[in-house]
């Protein structure tokens, strides 16, 4: 009796097993080739939610640069506190009449401040961070106007605002509304002090503008600073020697908290800003001059001639991907042109420098409050 028992050599299962392991190293790479791919998507997606973000506020507090500050004071004001501490104390307007915008590219020198990287000041009471800030109606007599809308109503006996009377003609100034020395007052529906009652006889309107909602001011404006600062402690999704664009707060309050800056950390990754203004020096409408520094400028020529405000922001989407090689141009110019801007070079932020996705972030903004 013969036997029909049939089955695998050992030759066969030793090729079986071969091709078997070639497929799942073909799989597990391409697995992995996937999920390298998923992980660098996903730090793209990341990093564009939070820079638009981020760019959006620096984009509304451009925008509304000015907004409720007065071309002049009515009477004597005394003094007002602005930032303490440098670099921010060094471009205080106190006691002076406020500037909307104040531009600097010399702050390098400080600690962790990225160098050539500009320092850009925005004055308006709207780009407070508290629920006050933004908030805005106008006086008539003794009658504080009522929205009926939780954005723009100031909640009485909490929040605090200044006065201001508006330009009554072509060439006028306005005026922050003080009363022996003060500027703002809390929030009331019914009696005000005289001085921040427009005349009923001539049916004239003051504006007032919400400042804080916590503390009694001690600036009648508030005051946002937006630069690129090395953090304390690094992203390490970032390349090595980039910072953070922050905007920081000039805090109101007390001797001790007052003047202090409280950063808001806003985009990661970034290597350098620059600012450049479009001005209309013969104030015909038409932007005629573009410019790095505003420096000479006053209050009102600052509301007068600034017509545009550019941003440019050099930074790097998502995280290192040796997968990908940059292939603009190095070293990358920040700004409408070298000469109007600066230049960086690529190669100072690591060796992988080319594995990362550089780019420029572009906002062209027009001051809405400015005349």
């Given at each position: 009796?013969?036997?029909?028992?049939?089955?695998?050599?050992l030759?066969?299962?030793?090729?079986?097993?071969?091709?078997?392991?070639?497929?799942?190293?073909?799989n597990?790479?391409?697995?992995?080739?996937?999920?390298?791919?998923?992980?660098?998507?996903?730090g793209?997606v990341?990093?564009?939610?939070?820079t638009?973000?981020?760019?959006?506020?620096l984009?509304?507090?451009?925008?509304?640069a000015?907004?409720g500050?007065?071309?002049?004071?009515?009477?004597?004001?005394?003094?007002?506190?602005?930032?303490?501490?440098?670099?921010?104390?060094?471009?205080?307007?106190?006691?002076?009449?406020?500037?909307a915008?104040?531009?600097?590219n010399?702050?390098?020198?400080?600690?962790?401040?990225?160098?050539n990287?500009?320092?850009?000041?925005?004055?308006?009471?709207a780009?407070?961070?508290?629920?006050?800030?933004?908030?805005?109606?106008?006086?008539?007599?003794?009658?504080?106007?009522?929205?009926n809308?939780?954005?723009?109503d100031?909640v009485?006996?909490?929040?605090?605002m200044?006065?201001?009377?508006?330009?009554s003609?072509?060439?006028?100034?306005?005026k922050?509304?003080?009363?022996?020395?003060?500027?703002s007052?809390?929030?009331?529906?019914?009696?005000?002090?005289?001085?921040?009652q427009?005349?009923?006889?001539?049916?004239?309107?003051?504006?007032?503008?919400?400042?804080?909602?916590s503390?009694?001011?001690?600036?009648p404006?508030?005051?946002?600073?937006y630069?690129?600062?090395?953090?304390?402690?690094?992203?390490?999704?970032?390349?090595?020697?980039?910072?953070?664009?922050?905007?920081?707060?000039?805090k109101?309050?007390?001797?001790?908290?007052?003047?202090?800056?409280?950063?808001?950390?806003l985009?990661?990754?970034?290597?350098n800003?620059?600012?450049?203004?479009?001005?209309?020096?013969?104030?015909?409408?038409?932007?005629?001059?573009?410019?790095?520094?505003?420096s000479?400028?006053?209050?009102?020529?600052?509301?007068?001639?600034?017509?545009?405000?550019?941003?440019?922001?050099?930074?790097?989407?998502?995280?290192l991907?040796?997968?990908f090689?940059?292939?603009?141009?190095?070293?990358?110019?920040?700004?409408?042109?070298?000469?109007?801007?600066?230049?960086?070079?690529?190669?100072?932020?690591?060796s992988?420098?080319?594995?990362?996705?550089?780019?420029i972030?572009?906002?062209?903004?027009?001051?809405?409050?400015?005349?």
């Open positions: 009796m013969t036997s029909d028992k049939k089955g695998f050599s030759l066969e299962i030793l090729i079986a097993i071969v091709i078997m392991g070639i497929v799942m190293a073909m597990s790479q391409l697995l992995m080739d996937l999920i390298r791919g998923q992980r660098q998507q996903a793209i990341t990093s564009q939610f939070e638009s973000l981020g760019l959006e506020m984009r509304s507090d451009v925008s509304n000015g907004f500050l007065p071309d002049e004071f009515a009477s004597a004001l005394g003094t007002y506190t602005e930032a303490t501490a440098d670099p921010a104390q060094q471009f205080n307007s106190a006691p002076n009449v406020p500037k915008l104040v531009h600097n010399n702050v390098g020198a400080f600690t962790n401040y990225i160098a990287s500009d320092y850009l000041v925005i004055r308006s009471p780009v407070g961070m508290n629920t006050a800030a933004g908030k805005w109606t106008n006086i008539t007599g003794t009658t504080v106007h009522i929205w809308d939780v954005n723009l100031m009485n006996g909490q929040d605090y200044i006065v201001i009377k508006p330009r003609a072509l060439g006028g100034m306005s922050l509304i003080v009363s022996s020395g003060a500027y007052l809390q929030y009331i529906t019914s009696t005000l002090d005289a001085a921040f427009p005349s009923a006889a001539t049916g004239e309107r003051y504006l007032a503008f919400g400042i804080e909602d503390v009694a001011p001690t600036m404006f508030n005051r946002a600073d630069y690129v600062k090395i953090p304390s402690v690094t992203n390490a999704n970032c390349a090595p020697g980039t910072g953070t664009l922050y905007k920081a707060i000039v109101h309050g007390p001797a001790g908290t007052g003047g202090a800056t409280e950063e808001c950390p985009v990661e990754c970034v290597a800003m620059q600012v450049v203004f479009r001005l209309d020096t013969n104030l015909d409408g038409v932007p005629d001059q573009t410019v790095t520094n505003i000479g400028l006053d209050a009102l020529a600052i509301k007068e001639q600034v017509k545009e405000v550019q941003i440019y922001i050099l930074g790097h989407e998502g995280i991907d040796r997968g090689t940059y292939g603009g141009a190095n070293p990358v110019t920040v700004g409408p042109s070298a000469a109007m801007g600066t230049t960086v070079n690529l190669t100072g932020f690591g992988d420098w080319s594995h990362y996705r550089w780019k972030y572009t906002l062209i903004v027009k001051p809405k409050s400015f005349y």
